[in-house]
Every structure is written in C-alpha cells, then in structure tokens.
C-alpha cells in the first residue's frame, strides 16, 4: 500500500515560536496535499491545501511547501498561539486503484504550545 | 456545525454484536468516505461511495460492510464485533470523487463505538 509518514509525532514549541511538521509520501502521481487539525474531542478540519503545480501557499500564520521531487511536503506555523494546540494530519491523495484515489491520512503530529 | 450528521454519537454493545452507524452528507456532496480513528491512531481509510456505489476500498474488515442509498446517506454496520473495533468512526463527504477536482473533506462529529 501507499506509505504516508509524518515527522515527528510529537512537537513541543514555546508560543510565539514557529513550528514545522513534515510529511513524506511514496505515491508520485499525488498531486493534492492537504492538512487537517484535530483538536480534542473533535472532527479533523482542513487548514490548508496545495496542488502540485504550486510550491507555496500562505494563509495568515500557516503555510504549505511542496517538494514534488523529493515527495514530501510541510506545514509551517508562525507565532504560535495557544489555539494551535492540537493534532495535525497531513493526507495526500493517493491513487487506490481501479481508477479511484483517496486521501490517506498520517499518523499525526501532537502540537503542544507552551505558555 | 459542518453539516455532515452521524448518528448515534455514542455507542456501547458488547462483543459479538452487530451495529449500524448512520451518516448524511452536506447537502450537495455526492461522495461519503468512512475512516478509523482508534486510540494514539491516525485515520484509516474503510471504504468511499460516490453517487450510490462503491468507488474504493481500504483496510476495511469482512466484517463490515457499507452503502450508500438513493437519498446519497450511508450505513456502516459492524458485525461480530470485537474489542478491538473500539473507535471512532468519521464519515466525511465531498462534492467531487477525485483529485480531478476540488477534494475538501468534510467531517461529521463522529460515532463512538465502545464494545465491551
């Protein structure tokens, strides 16, 4: 099957600070590469996405690079806020066969910001 | 609210049973994706219907099947249930059914299965 990998699984960074969280993908043909935060106790929400003719998208504090090349893409947090607290999942789409494809989820990274 | 409504949020059956969890998607989403989030566990991809019929299938069990009716909500059902089924259970839904188009997920609350 297709192998997606978040680094790491755990990010601890004091607020204000900035955080990276990277995902590795196997699928070449991906061309859709989107995040979604989990808080406690709830429904994962997208926060940003990317397609694949662009390396770069912003949205306020968050951004998404795309290395095609290298198959993997980030997610960076500017000064951190307390609200960012949460689980992060990175979810190529990834090609499931049979004409079909899909959004495979990572595992997830925990995001603790420290007061 | 997302507008993506799973029912029953809560659920708790003992082993060997059999359950049916209920989604309807956001009104104009043709696709339901089902997925898996089992304690300190991403979310595993079941099984996807776009417009009626089976369009894909993950790491889904024998053990449970799925469809998508007419009116385009779904039924999960669970059967000889097992303490390792424990989870939440996301229904997602989507306009599209492909990376042709736009893929947004939108996720329900989610149903929580305890088999015990």
């Known amino acids: 099957g297709e192998n997606v990998e978040q680094h790491p699984s755990t990010l601890s960074v004091q607020e204000g600070d900035s955080a990276v969280i990277k995902c590795t993908y196997s699928d070449s043909a991906s061309n859709y590469f989107p995040w979604y935060k989990q808080e406690l106790g709830k429904r994962p929400q997208l926060i940003i996405d990317?397609?694949?003719?662009?390396g770069e998208k912003k949205d306020q504090r968050i951004a998404v690079t795309l290395n095609k090349t290298a198959k993997h893409f980030s997610l960076h947090i500017t000064e951190t806020q307390p609200e960012d607290s949460a689980v992060y999942f990175c979810a190529p789409l990834i090609d499931l066969g049979g004409g079909a494809d899909g959004l495979t989820f990572g595992k997830g990274t925990h995001l603790i910001i420290q007061p | 609210d997302s507008g993506v409504t799973q029912t029953p949020k809560h659920l708790i059956t003992a082993t060997g049973q059999r359950v049916t969890l209920r989604c309807s998607p956001r009104s104009g989403d043709l696709s339901v994706y089902w997925y898996q989030q089992s304690l300190d566990q991403g979310l595993q991809f079941l099984i996807h219907y776009y417009n009626g019929e089976e369009r894909a299938k993950g790491n889904i069990l024998e053990r449970f099947s799925a469809q998508q009716f007419p009116d385009l909500h779904s039924e999960l059902n669970l059967s000889s249930l097992e303490l390792g089924d424990s989870a939440l259970y996301f229904c997602a839904s989507s306009v599209g059914q492909g990376a042709q188009g736009a893929n947004v997920l939108t996720f329900g609350a989610g149903s929580r299965l305890t088999v015990l």
């Open positions: 990317i397609r694949s003719n662009v």
